[in-house]
């Protein structure tokens, strides 16, 4: 059977592409425009020669998109910030927009539990700013793989259309009252482009049957993508549109498949088909068409948004299948009943509350989920290691050859008496996805078996903070979490590459955001045994020692030295010498056989002399320079009594400090220190000899 054309969809994705091309690339004009007048005549001379009219769409397209990015890419964006600005301000027409939402998120404050309100605002507002400063949950939700439910896209106007279908009977009422909720709903979300997407796809589907066109799934996402495009090409690079539109183009193209695949398998059932008429089976029918379809919808959204999450998170969710199937229903009442609480709340707190009792029952559901899934072991797979990416690619070429193979083989059979069924039988899927778990076991069990050898002392690249990574053998410590660039999931992300899932020691130096910031999103992210840290003085000392005790986590606040063995190694703990901001530092002095390495947070000179006068320092191979190479830290005086023959600055690229100082720099080369900055290297590793 021939592919249909899709003139439309075809002009809309190539558009798109040079719309990507023009946000990422910042070539020459001349450039943008040989390669695209070289790709309109290749496709152009293609599609005469082929009479498809969908490749000629796509060359002008492809030239379209160049023309109207290159052109007025800039001004539509600097329009669209200036929309935005607007929009926060409640200027004009956003006056109502921005009304409603604050009044909905004052009144979902009012009428909801603390613990709740941040997520709810979040799941029907797009107002995250506090559910992503919790960094326990945003992260247990980005690891379980349902982070998308509390990112309000195209899902939530699919909630909200159905709230409608249920309150407007009758196609006319369901346009009346939908088209204008639906234009409310994307200006107080902010014109989100997802939910812009959403929205417009809504809009096709409604004027469809007035025009009497059939519906096409792919064309009406593609013709979306492209009216967002024309307003602003610039948004062509944004993380949410591009996994908006790669997992509705999955639920279109693949989810209906696997659905398919998993009826054929429940019609298939002789025991089933003796006792469908019958009462007790119906509930079993309908919980198992529920989850089909819940499955198929999860799983077709991944297939195409999987490496892109991975590009740029640098993780994959494994469990999301199995977190969605769990959730997806919850976050439907969560989504609807929230609203309605809202509006209940507007007109009478009590009657609001009351039935916010209700709609937090399947969000407290969704959080203990998400909470759970989170701490499996391997809930999320970091792709920071050749074997993981390998297994990535191997399950994408599993599925892709099974798929090839049974196409050859329906086509070979089509005149015989094969049936014309494009659905994947079940028990055919079952060899790459056997294939794909092994595959991951083996990927894992690889990784685990790597040499670990004697100490090392990793500098993860957290720009402008400090993580370091110690590891002895079997043992596994992390010092400090925190800084500019995504402290926790790097770090967990090294700890992972490295089979480190198990973290014996995490060892605060202080408080500050650039060495605690994201300590409890790490304890989120790995199994901690023991938390080492000067006495609590700060609102995030103690949510930090709170969380720590809540997992179980054992807790030492260091008064006096503390000795840990470690592997073959051994780890000293100091405590702060000072009173107050950086001078009360732990110290950490680690040591294998007659190697050493000092760390000493953000001490400053002064400290550094208390800590010379009441411990005897041994020489040592390491320096950790503190407070990221500030002229105020790694002392002459320090530097001469301990002759370190290395220097690690952990520092961000670029960053407002001036760090590291040209004084301290010279410092150190005037003794001859080799020094090794994450800023210029990325991950800096040292091992001992």
Known sequence: MPRPERPLAAFAAAFAAACLVCAYFAMPTQLYLA????????????????????????????????????????????????????????????FVPTLVA????????????????PFLRSLTLA??????????????????GVAHIAAVSGMHVSFL????????????????????TLILFMAVTGFNPPVCRAVIMAFFAFIAPLVRRRGDGVTSVLAALLLILVA??????????????????????????????????????????????????????????????SLASSVGALVFSTPLIAYYFGYVSVLAPITNLLTLWAAAYAFCGALISAAFGLLAVPVGRAAAAVAALPADWILIVARNVARIPFAAIYVANTYIIGWLIYVYAAFALYFFLRNRTAKRTLNGNASNDDAPRLRGLLY??????????LALLLTAAMPRGTLSVTAVNVGQGQSLVLSDGSATAVIDCGGTRHPAANTAAYLQAHADEDVELFILTHFHADHAGDAIELMTRVRVGTLIIPAPDSELAFEILDYARSLGVRVFIVMQPLTVDFGESTLTVYPPYGEQDNEACLSVLATYNDWDVLVTGDMPEKTERWLMEFV????????????????????EDLLDDVTPELVIISVGEKNTYGHPSPDTLARFEARGIRVYR????????????
């Open 102 to 117: 604050n009044r909905l998120a004052a009144s979902l404050s009012t009428v909801f539990p603390e613990r709740l309100a």
């Open 161 to 180: 259309m159905s709230m409608i279908g249920y309150v407007a009977r009758g196609r006319n009422a369901r346009i009346a009252v939908g088209v204008p």
């Open 616 to 635: 005897d320092l041994p020489d040592i191979e390491l320096l950790i320079a503190g407070h990221h190479g500030s002229r105020m830290s790694s002392s």
């Open 127 to 144: 107002d995250a700013h506090e559910f992503q400063a919790d960094g326990a949950m945003y992260t247990a939700f980005s690891m379980s």
């Open 35 to 94: 390669a695209t007048v070289s790709v309109l005549l290749t496709v152009s001379i293609f599609a005469v020669r082929t009479r498809r009219a969908d490749l000629s769409f796509a060359a002008i397209g492809f030239f379209a998109g160049f023309v109207w990015a290159s052109v007025l890419g800039e001004p539509l964006k600097l329009a669209n910030d200036a929309m935005q600005l607007a929009r926060s301000r409640g200027e004009g027409v956003f």
């Open 678 to 689: 994450t800023d210029l290297l990325g991950n800096v590793t040292v091992r001992a000899k």
């Open 232 to 293: 602003n090409p610039v948004s062509a690079s944004r993380i949410s549109l591009q996994l908006s539109f790669l997992s509705t183009l999955g639920i279109i193209t693949i989810s209906p498949r696997i659905q398919d695949a998993l009826n054929a398998h429940i019609e298939g059932l002789r025991w089933l088909q003796f006792q469908t008429k019958r009462k007790r089976v119906r509930p079993f029918l309908t919980i198992y068409n529920f989850a089909a379809t």
């Open 432 to 441: 790459p996805i056997c294939g794909s778990v092994m595959a991951l076991c």
